[in-house]
C-alpha cells in the first residue's frame, strides 16, 4: 500500500505539494487548539465571564419583553381613547395638551420669561398705538386741504368718455351724497348681486352665501378694527338686494352698528353693444369691479373688498396704504401665487395679483389716460383683446404692460388658500395675517377647512358675548379636528399656519385676560 502511494506522489508532484500543505495545516491547527484548550484549563474567571454574559443577555431579553407589553398596554388605551373621541367636544385632544403641558414644564420654563415680558409691554403697546393714531389723525386733520387741491388739480378737466358714455348722475340711483361729515371716514366698497348671475355645480352665485359672507365679512371688520365709523358703499344690482343686505345686520348689538354707515350705488355695465360677450364671460357681476370710476363717480378713494373677505386684524393699514401710494401710483393689490404656477396667462407683480381686495386712489385712475383712452376704455379694450377670462385676468395684463399705477402689497392683506401651495410661509411671521381671502367659495366647498371653520366660527360668533378668549379657544379645538380626522386642507401641512391665522385674536385673547374682561 505504502509502495503503491509513493509511486503516485513520484508520478504527480503536484500531488505531493498538496499533500504536503495539508499535513502542515492539519499540524498547525492542532499546536493552536491545544494551547488555547490548555489556556482555559483551570480559568475561573473566564467560566464566570461566559455565565455573566449568559446573565445579562437573559435579563435585556426579559427588558425588552417588558416594554414590548407596556407599549401594547398603551396602544390599547389610546384606541380606547379614541373610540370615545367627539365630535362636539374632542376630549382627546383637551386629554393630550394637559398631559403634554405637565410633561413640557422645563420647555415653559424657558419661554416664561419671554412671554411675560411681551404680556407686560402689550399695555405700553396699545398706548403707544393709540398715541400714533391720535398724531395721525392730527396729521390727517390739518393736511385735509393741502390733499384736497392736490387732488383737484390732479383731476382732468375734460371727462368725456369717448365711445362709451359714463351714466350721469341724473341717471345713477346711488343714494350716496357728498355730505362733509362723510368726507373723514374711511370708505369700504363691496358689490353684492341677486339677479343675473350664470348658476354652477360649486354654489358660486347662490344669493344665500353672498349674503352669509357679506355679514361675515362686515362683522370681523367692525369686531377686530379700532375706528369709530366706516363708510360702506354697497353696489348693488337692485333695491331689495340692498334690503336684505342691511337686515343681516338688524340684530346686531347698536354699539356695533352704528359703527356702519351704508350707502348703495347702482351697478354699473357696458352697453351691451359696446360688450356682446360680457355674459359669457366668468361672472357678469365680478366684472363691476373694473368699473367703478363709472359707479362711483362722487368717491376719490376706497378699499374694495369682494364678499368672501374676512379680516383678523384691525383694517387701519389698509387706509394707511392710500397715504403710501405715490403719484402715478393708483391701485395696491396682494399676491395670488396661481399665476405663477401657470405661465400661460400673463400677470404683474412678483407673482401675479388677486383682485379681490384693491386700495383704490379713484382720482389717479381719472387721470390715467392710455392709447385706447380712460382707464375704462383700456379695460374694455384689454377686455376684448386677449384670452382673459376672469376680471383678475383681464386686471392683470393692464397692469403688466401699466405697471407704474401699481403698488404691490405683501400676502398679510390677502392671504388665500394657495399661499400655501409651497408648503413653507410666505410671510407674516412676526405680524400675522390681517386679511384672508376665500375665493371660488372656499368657505363653503370643504376643499379648505381651515378657512372654512375661521369663517364658520366668525359668523356664528355673537358680537355681545363673544371674546376673543372664546373665539380663540374655539378656533384652536377647530384646527386639531381638522389635522386629527384628516379633513381636506393644504394649509394645515404648513408647520406654523395656526400662529400667523391666530396672531392678533391671541394678543387680543391676552389683552383681555390682562383686564379682567377674558371669560374662564
Known sequence: MLIRIQRQLRRNPTLVVLVTLTLWWSVACMIVYSARASSYV???????????????FDGRKK?????????RETYKQLQKRESNFSMDLPQLYLDTRQV????AVSEEQKMETKKSKITENIEDLRQTYTLKQTKQRKKHTLTAKKKKERRLKTKPLDRKRAEIAAPSPTQNTSTATHAKNLSSLRTLVTIVCGTNQRPDEYQRNIFGRQLNQTKTMLKSLVYFSTFTTFRVILVTDTEDTYNQVLQQIEDWPANYRSRLLFERAELWTPPTD?????LQRWRPCSWSKLFLLETL??????????TDILFLAPAEGLWEILDELEPPQALALGPDPLYDRHKHRRYAGTVGLSAGMMVMNFSAL?????????????ILHYKNSFANHHDQDTLNAFLADHPELLHELGARWNFSPSQCLGGVLP???DTGVAVIHGFDATFVRGIEMIFQVIYERLLALPLDTGSASDLLRGLEEQFFRVDRLGLSSTCKKVWGIQDILLKHIHDLAK?????GRGTV
Request: a negative charge; charged letters at 35%.
Open 427 to 429: 410671510c407674516c411671521t
Open 100 to 103: 403634554e403641558e405637565n410633561e
Open 297 to 306: 363717480p362722487f368717491v376719490d378713494a376706497a378699499v374694495y373688498v369682494d
Open 42 to 56: 483551570g480559568n475561573s474567571d473566564i467560566s464566570l465571564d461566559f455565565e455573566n454574559e449568559h446573565e445579562l
Open 274 to 278: 359696446a360688450d356682446p360677450l360680457l
Open 63 to 71: 427588558e425588552m419583553n417588558r416594554e414590548k407589553r407596556s407599549r
Open 511 to 515: 389683552l383681555e385676560e390682562k383686564e
Open 366 to 378: 381719472r387721470a390715467f389716460r392710455g392709447q385706447h383712452g380712460n382707464f375704462t376704455q383700456t
